[in-house]
Every structure is written in C-alpha cells, then in structure tokens.
C-alpha cells in the first residue's frame, strides 16, 4: 500500500515515521512535508486546497491511504472530496470537523450532550462584545478573568487569557476589529476561565468504538513557568500522571462517549482522532475545546510509545471496524517531546538560518527529533522555515529519564536565534 500523508509540521513527520514502520506500506509521501520528512518518506509539491491535484495524486500513485494531518484541510472538506472519488481518507468530514472549526460549534455540542465546560456567550461583532465586558463589570475592582477566544482556525494562537478588564477589551478589538485572525474572527465567544492543570486526552473512533490514548500534556504558553503568549505548543510529554486511571475512566464515561452519541444524534457523526484539551479542575476535568486530529505536539511522545500497527487503526477507522480491533499495544516508558522555536516566535521570526546538530542528535539512544518548520536550502542544508522548528522527542524509564535525554538532544542543536523551554515535563515531576 502507499500512504499519502498531508501536512508539513512535527505531527506529520511523526505519522510518516510511524507509517513507514508498518509492513503493509510499501511508499510514504508527505505534501508538502519538510526537510525530516524527505529523509524518512517522499515530499510532493501538492495544494491541499486544490482537493482535485490531490486526487489526481492518489490516482497515479495508487494511494490506498490518505492522511489529513492538519485541521484547516478537515475543515475545508478534503475527506468528503477524497471519499466521494473512492480514496480512503483517516480524518473526519467537513461537517464533524466543525467540532474544531467553530469554537460556538464546539460548545453547542457540549451543552446538548450535558458535558462539563466553562459558561460562555458567541458575539459576531466587537462593539457587542466589548458592551458584554463592561455591562459585566462595571467596576475594574470586580472584574475576574475571562478567555477571549476566535471561533474560527487561528493556529492555535486565538486564545487570550485576560487577567484585566482592558486585556479583555484589547483582546476583543484584535479578533474583532484589527482581524488578525482573518475570518477566524469573524466571531467570537468569550468564556469563563477554568483553573487547573491542562491535560489532552486523545481518543480515535469510527463513530461507534472509542480507543482511548495515554493522556499527554501540552504546554501551550511560549516561556518556563507558563508565562507569556499562547503558542502552537513548546513541548509536550506523555502519559501524564495529572490524569489518573480513575479520571480517564471517568473522561471517557462523561466527554467522550457522550460527544460521539452527540454527534450522531445531531447527523454529523464523527470519524477520527477526538481530542479534547481538558482542564482538570477542583470539581473536575471540564472539557476546554475539542480538536479533530493529532496535536502537536502531543502526537510526538504518543506516536513514539505506540507499537501497535498505525495503519491497522486507521483502516479500521475508516471501515468502521474498530471494535474487531485487538487492544492497543504500549511501550510503557514515558515519553518527552521539546520544541525549538525560531526567534521572536509565536511573533514574527526570520527565516533560512542553517540548523547544526541534528545529527549528532539524532543517533542519541531511544532520541527522535521530528522537524516542523524546516526546510532544505538550495546547498542541501537543513533552515528553519516556520515558528516551531523542531520537536526533540525521547523515551526513558521515567519521566525525569527521559526529559534528561531530550534536553541532552537538544543541547547538541543550534542556529541564530534558535530558543526553548527549560521545564518542560516538570508539571509532571514536582
């Protein structure tokens, strides 16, 4: 069989590594991909936009599998147009997409499905917005946080967490009316702010069978201690004892089958990776968003304990036949992934710096590093090419083992500007 996987992050180097590993693939190609990538399966200059070019793809290299690793092509309906012209596709529709699509999407499927998430209200403009923050707090004095969130894609950078009543405001006039998120703000919805630890627990189902995943933790703020800007995430580790064996029962019980009952209910039944970003509060793990696909990071460390054939689980995915499935096999030592991100990132950040030190990392015991924004200049070189370079990725005995390694991976790696968080799994050793 040959796989076509779409993307070029840090996610779809880990599915082209782990899909090249099955004995039923015979050639993986990534579209776009990056510099990993080429190394580890064929790049093809191909739009997933233009859904037809993907076709005609799949049709001359006889693709039996395609893979939609990011959200935008979910969105955009890539697997409806696959599987109308016969092309098995591991993803969900353009309709059950909106799961992640729409932030107001999400919420209604929540509430209907009586799962626990923060209270919320959906404006489409932001004068009105802006009216609900100031009729709602009236004295600065009295004002408690609230999450200023785009309902559209924004790459995961169109949360705000606004301390103030002016973050809030600020935050507002950005989605709204400055549109740096383009049509990703077109609305918006500003919710209550949970407390907690974050937690991703990811499940994969064809809409009747759920397997659920280790949980994994991702750290989304861009600096050690959780401070400053959203990012797309610097690192992850997996699993992560914030979720006990209790809580996932109780997740899987409460968010996940609940949501797939939804789905169905609503005629928008859901096929793929469901992952729910979770805050695990004092009264419990409330759901925050879902995402309709493997996060990265987190797919990173959970791909690497995987040792259960990938394409077994998506083919039954797809045919519906998850529940002839045998359980899913573990390698049962932890995992942590860590990014390195271009200077000035989740900002603007120049490009083509030459990367050194990936191999030397590379051949370090039990050490993967799966590229992200990287690129191969015209000398052959490997440069950065986007915000989040790099997703260094090491398994040992314990968690405090295997962040030892990654750390020590990422020692060995450099270019201009090339930055990363110092405390990444620490959540999970203190």
Not at 75 to 96: H, T
Not at 122 to 147: C, L, Q, W
Not at 381 to 406: C, D, H, P
Request: hydrophobic share 40%.
């Amino acid at each position: 069989m040959n796989v076509l996987i779409i993307g070029s992050g840090g996610r779809e180097h880990a599915l082209a590594w782990k899909i090249n590993q099955s004995p039923k693939v015979q050639s993986v190609f990534v579209a776009p991909g990056n510099a990993g990538t080429a190394s580890d399966a064929e790049n093809v200059d191909l739009d997933a936009s233009d859904a037809r070019s993907v076709i005609w793809f799949c049709e001359r290299k006889r693709i039996g599998l395609v893979v939609v690793g990011p959200e935008a092509p979910l969105v955009d309906g890539l697997v409806d147009a696959l599987e109308s012209a016969g092309i098995k596709a591991f993803g969900p529709n353009q309709a059950a997409a909106q799961l992640e699509g729409s932030k107001t999407f999400c919420k209604q499927v929540l509430i209907a499905a009586n799962i626990p998430t923060a209270s919320y209200q959906s404006f489409t403009d932001g004068e009105n917005a802006a009216r609900h923050i100031m009729e709602r707090f009236p004295d600065e004095k009295d004002y408690s946080p609230v999450v200023v969130k785009a309902d559209g894609l924004a790459a995961g950078k169109g949360v705000s967490v606004c301390q103030t009543r002016q973050e809030a405001l600020d935050a507002i006039d950005r989605i709204a009316n400055q549109k740096i998120f383009g049509e990703a703000g077109a609305s918006l919805i500003i919710e209550e702010c949970l407390h907690g630890q974050e937690a991703s627990v990811l499940a994969i189902t064809d809409g009747q069978t759920i397997v659920t995943l280790p949980a994994a933790q991702d750290h989304k703020p861009a600096f050690d201690g959780d401070t400053g800007p959203n990012t797309g995430g610097m690192g992850a580790y997996c699993p992560a004892p914030i979720v006990t064996e209790d809580d996932m029962d109780w997740i899987e019980e409460h968010v996940l089958v609940p949501t797939v009952h939804q789905m169905n209910k609503q005629g928008t039944p859901f096929k793929g990776v469901l992952y729910a970003g979770l805050m695990m509060t004092s009264q419990g793990p409330k759901v925050l968003e879902y995402n309709v696909r493997f996060g990265d990071p987190e797919c990173q460390p959970l791909l690497m304990r995987l040792k259960t054939d990938i394409v077994d689980i998506m083919l039954a995915t797809i045919d519906g036949t998850l529940d002839q499935l045998d359980a899913l096999q573990w390698d049962p030592r932890p995992t942590v992934c860590v990014v390195m991100a271009s200077e000035g990132y989740p900002e603007s950040y120049e490009k083509g710096h030459a990367i050194d030190g990936i191999s030397n990392a590379d051949v370090l015991e039990d050490v993967k590093v799966f590229h992200a924004g990287t690129t191969l200049s015209d000398r052959g070189a490997t440069v950065n090419a986007g915000g989040r370079v790099l997703g260094i990725t090491a398994a040992g005995e314990s968690i405090a083992e295997a962040k030892s390694r990654a750390y020590e991976a990422v020692s060995k790696i450099s270019w201009q500007g090339g930055w990363y968080r110092t405390d990444i799994s620490d959540k999970a050793l203190n």
